[in-house]
């Protein structure tokens, strides 16, 4: 039986950074869009696996709006944590950072809500942990999270 405790939001943030070289970008100097992406579903999915204690699958991603591009020679800092729980899936926001390290100069360039499904040894879903907030920002989203989740389940229904 798996450990149904809740867990803070804390225990489940992650952060990765990444060097951009040429072979991450087009012959423009921009990262391309898939890598960022690529970046952003391992942080989601080390985050979401960390607050379930079980393996995780990707079964949903809200858009992702490039505001600024990313230089090859650019830090790519990717923080995830675990925004909402249901019963077996989980809401990862993940913010994407630029950041020039010579300068120290850092732009945001993206957010995106990731979901994934926790899997048992069987490959099939298992319920999670809830999440616990422990700061009113927190709690605010949480209610975010769950507004969205509601907002896809809508959408899936149609």
Not at 40 to 57: F, K, M, N, Q
Not at 69 to 80: H, Q, S, T
Request: a neutral charge; charged letters at 25%.
């Amino acid at each position: 039986m798996a450990d149904l405790t809740p867990k803070p939001v804390r225990a489940s943030r992650i952060q990765l950074a990444q060097m951009m070289m040429p072979e991450h970008a087009n012959n423009h100097g921009n990262v391309h869009g898939g890598w960022i992406m690529k970046l952003a579903d391992e942080a989601g999915a080390l985050a979401s696996t960390r607050h379930a204690g079980h393996r995780t699958v990707t079964v949903a991603i809200d858009q992702m709006v490039f505001r600024q591009p990313i230089r090859i020679g650019d830090l790519v800092i990717l923080d995830a944590e675990v925004s909402y729980v249901g019963n077996t899936s989980m809401e990862v926001e993940v913010h994407v950072t630029s950041e020039n390290p010579i300068t120290g100069q850092r732009t945001q360039t993206n957010t995106a809500y990731f979901v994934y499904v926790a899997l048992d040894e069987e490959r099939k879903p298992t319920r999670v942990p809830p999440l616990l907030a422990e700061t009113p920002e927190e709690e605010a989203r949480m209610e975010e999270g769950r507004q969205r989740q509601k907002r896809r389940l809508a959408q899936k229904k149609r």
